[in-house]
Nanobody
């Protein structure tokens, strides 16, 4: 059974930073591309970033390039999203996923990120 548990969300001022973490179990973590998605109220869920198995390929949404960094530690079965220079438009529920669409194996429960004064 695939399980993904995110942590690290919260309330931050514009320009601030947060680091999200996600630990996976129930699947062969080191053999899966991992990704982060987000969904703001009234919007569809969108891809933020993904990272392939040995970090050989990393891609970001244009809206977060230069501000967010995705990384992974296969020994710990964890994937991370370092978010810097946060903006109010980054406010959303952030989801960790095993795989990348259309091939998602499972989703985390989500963690709220709120960027506000």
């Amino acid at each position: 059974q695939v399980q993904l548990v995110e942590s690290g969300g919260g309330l931050v001022h514009p320009g601030g930073s947060l680091r999200l973490s996600c630990v996976g179990s129930g699947f062969r973590f080191g053999l899966r591309t991992m990704s982060w998605y987000r969904q703001a109220p009234g919007n569809e869920r969108e891809l933020v970033a993904y990272i392939t198995t040995t970090s050989e390929t990393i891609e970001y949404a244009d809206s977060v390039k230069g501000r967010f960094t995705i990384s992974r530690d296969n020994a710990k079965k964890e994937v991370y999203l370092q978010m810097n220079s946060l903006k109010p438009e980054d406010t959303a529920v952030y989801y960790c996923a095993a795989g990348v669409q259309p091939g998602i194996l499972g989703w985390g429960q989500g963690t709220q990120v709120t960027v506000s004064l």
